[in-house]
């Protein structure tokens, strides 16, 4: 039976053992700093609730208790730092938070104690939060990149592993698979869509010569394209490294009290000991007396107020965000967002819905435009394209019936066709249709689409027997766009670019529309991140510089930005995972007013900061008089631990945007 047993792991001492390490590793670990400072608020609060209303009741007696537990849980992590501090000859505030929380217990005072080490706690879990998730975004951009490609071999075509790509290899790229590596189109036509480098809302047409590039998806034709370069040299391989670098490279920002913090704590340990030794020598106190106004000292020099400035003030912003839908990701960023001067703004999908509208409808032959429209919804209602559905919601909104259209046929790089009535249909481009537009038509057709063109349109031609019309198209701007540019100097921003992917004259017209004072257009990505790496070493001895952009092609601009916003709900994953501020619900005002609150946000710490340091002084020198009794003294360090919250919740009530 002996044997048995000891064969069995589960009555193996070591095994038994194990569950209880690694919860106690789970409690120490950082990511669990928000748990254990939330049990340790609550069993503080319950505690001093029972305490204050029952004191001499079981009740007050188990309130007690709560306070001990809370100072225990409190203690995990602040301990934990204290010592990794002492053991690297380092002391810090983490070594005078714990002391001094654990002499607050020992003189009779373990609820002052408690709070402080759950507010500290509470700070370091938000200081971690801040810090989280910096290498998903390398995660969510390579699931861009197809798993196998078809690369020509002996005369077929074999599947391979991307990776495996070599300059020169032929590959092909059928509709709807995405290309896998940077090439050039040496067969076939079709529309590619490379949003994801470029941010452009429309497909590009892509014929024999044109270059084709890695994480784009091929929408129509198959494509026969070389391999101009591995894939590990690729445009969408750049924009990881970009985004790694950026992230690397980034500094975060060392609050004063973080760099004081180790001559601090040396001081009021030193002071606290020489004013000990100065009691009894020079103010003739008994070691007890002198002992106990020593403690007195240690505990009103304690930082409580002082280390919980910036974190309640933080928290407190963060909160009222959060409630804006605005997500900042932490204490870092918050200060951050609140020295920004300079704004850089995306065009497609920020500034613009990302999605193309029918704006006007031109007649250009004798025919009937709903009439036209009924027969291009019939052809283009199964379609995905861009166009098509602009088209399908304008037929919609006028409610209009849908045709029934046969032999639906699209042509790359063209548009698409079809029969309805025994004629033929044809929508797409000027050169697609114009065969079948009456010649007396034809010069007019050219200058209306030329006209859109020039006011930064997209034109899109429906031809059908004798009669045709001209769809003037376009990305209209976001709600909240005109009133942007404003709101923005009102809150100390004073000069915004706006880089794209897009046409010049695109740029051009909405630049002027939004009265942006710069713009940058047929940008790649790589192009946009030496355009902000210019702009903030202009800016920064005028402050800093924020990127607004929703694209996985500005995740190194957002990352390389000293601030980046992301737009939220539209956005992709790699540009979420890499700005430090998301906007939930895509609303421009929350841009500006993410700035005010930020500002808001840094006048509440340095007001705390500046309070808390007077309060410390002020108590330290009474103490050292003899002025101010313990119970004084723990009053005025806890008062004033209760302004400094209190003054920074009412970041809770900053004006809505």
Known sequence: MKESRDADPRYDSRDMSEPRRSILARLLHDDSQLAVAGAAGVALAAGFILGWWWPETGAGTVGRVLVWVSLALGGIHGTRAAVEAVREMRPDIDVLMVVGAVLAAAIGH???????????????????????????????????????????????????????????????????????????VIKGRSTVDQSTLTGESMPRTVDVDDDVFAGTLNQQGALEMRVNRPVQESSLHQILELV???????????????????????????????????????????????????????????????????????????????????????????????GVSRLVVDKTGTLTRGQIEVMHVHPVAASDPDALLSIAVGAEEQSTHPIATAIVRLARNRQLETADVAAIRNVPGGGLEGVYAGAPIRIGSLEFCEPMIPICFRAHTQSIV????????????????????????????????????????????????????????????LAEELDIDFFEAELLP??????????????????????????????????????????????????????DVILLHDHLDRIPWSFGLARRAKRVMIANLTFATAVIALLAVFTIFGKVPLSMGVLGHEGSTLLVVANSLRLLGHRAP
């Open 110 to 184: 373990p609820e002052e104690g408690a709070l402080l080490l759950f507010l500290f706690t509470l700070a370091g879990a938000l200081e971690h939060r801040a810090m989280e998730r910096t290498r998903d975004a390398v995660t969510r951009l390579n699931r861009l990149m197809p798993k196998i490609a078809m690369v020509r071999r002996d005369g077929g075509w074999s599947p391979i592993v991307p990776e495996n790509l070599t300059a020169d290899d032929v590959v092909l790229v059928r509709p709807g698979e995405t290309v896998p590596a940077d090439g050039v």
């Open 450 to 509: 030329a006209r859109i063109h020039d006011e930064g349109g997209l034109a899109t031609v429906i031809s059908h027997r004798m009669g045709a019309i001209v769809l003037a198209l376009a990305d209209q701007p976001r709600a909240g766009a005109m009133q942007l540019r404003r709101q923005l100097q009102a809150v100390g921003v004073d000069r915004v670019t706006m880089l794209t992917g897009d046409h010049p004259k695109i740029a051009q017209q």
């Open 244 to 338: 790694l670098e950026a992230q690397e490279s980034r500094q975060p920002v060392q609050r004063a009290i973080d760099r004081f913090s180790t001559p601090y704590t040396v001081s009021v340990f030193v002071v606290a000991i020489l004013a000990f030794a100065g009691f009894i020598l020079v103010g003739g106190l008994g070691p007890g007396a002198a002992a106990y106004r020593a403690i007195t000292l240690l505990v009103v020099a304690s930082p409580c107020a002082l280390v919980i400035s910036t974190p309640t003030a933080t928290l407190c912003g963060l909160s009222r965000a959060a409630r804006a839908g605005v997500l900042i990701k932490g204490g870092d960023a918050l200060e951050r967002l609140a």
């Open 526 to 579: 790589e192009d946009k991140v030496e355009h902000i790496r210019r702009l903030r070493a202009e800016s920064d001895a005028e402050g800093r510089l924020a990127v607004v952009g929703d694209g996985v092609n500005d995740a190194p601009a957002l990352a390389v930005a000293d601030v980046g916003l992301a737009m939220g709900s539209i956005g992709a994953d790699a540009a979420l995972e890499t700005a």
